[in-house]
Nanobody, 129 residues
Framework: QLRLVESGGTLVQPGGSLRLACTVS????????VGWFRQAPGKEREGIVC?????????????SVKGRFTSFRDDVENNAEHTIYLQMNSLKPEDTGVYYC?????????????????WGQGTPVTVSF
């Protein structure tokens, strides 16, 4: 059964760093695009880092987080479970929101909400003093 579970969200001060994790089970990630999205209060959900490893690898990073956020994955040996991390540095108050990971079977890469079929429950991040 396909499952995505985010963790790591918390309160962090501006300028600080935080690493979120998304544990993915039930699918072979090499055939899927995966993405991190966030939804700030009162705003639409936006794609921030999306990637697809197969075929040489593709990655899309939103301009608002370039140079500050990166995403990478860690696989267990049998590829039955994967963890995708979102490393967030130099955090700003405008990075506050609920962060979601998502996956979809895909031949190409888009970083928009409607492209993704499978979603986690989200983890909240608050950047504030």
């Amino acid at each position: 059964q396909l499952r995505l579970v985010e963790s790591g969200g918390t309160l962090v001060q501006p300028g600080g760093s935080l690493r979120l994790a998304c544990t993915v089970s039930g699918l072979h990630l090499d055939y899927f695009a995966v993405g991190w999205f966030r939804q700030a209060p009162g705003k639409e959900r936006e794609g921030i880092v999306c990637m697809k490893n197969a075929g040489g690898g593709m990655i899309h990073t939103a301009e608002s987080v370039k140079g500050r956020f990166t995403s990478f994955r860690d696989d267990v040996e049998n590829n039955a479970e994967h963890t995708i991390y979102l490393q967030m540095n130099s955090l700003k108050p405008e990075d506050t929101g609920v962060y979601y990971c998502a996956a979809t079977w895909a031949d190409s890469l888009l970083c928009v909400q409607g492209y993704y079929d499978y979603w986690g429950q989200g983890t909240p991040v608050t950047v504030s003093f």
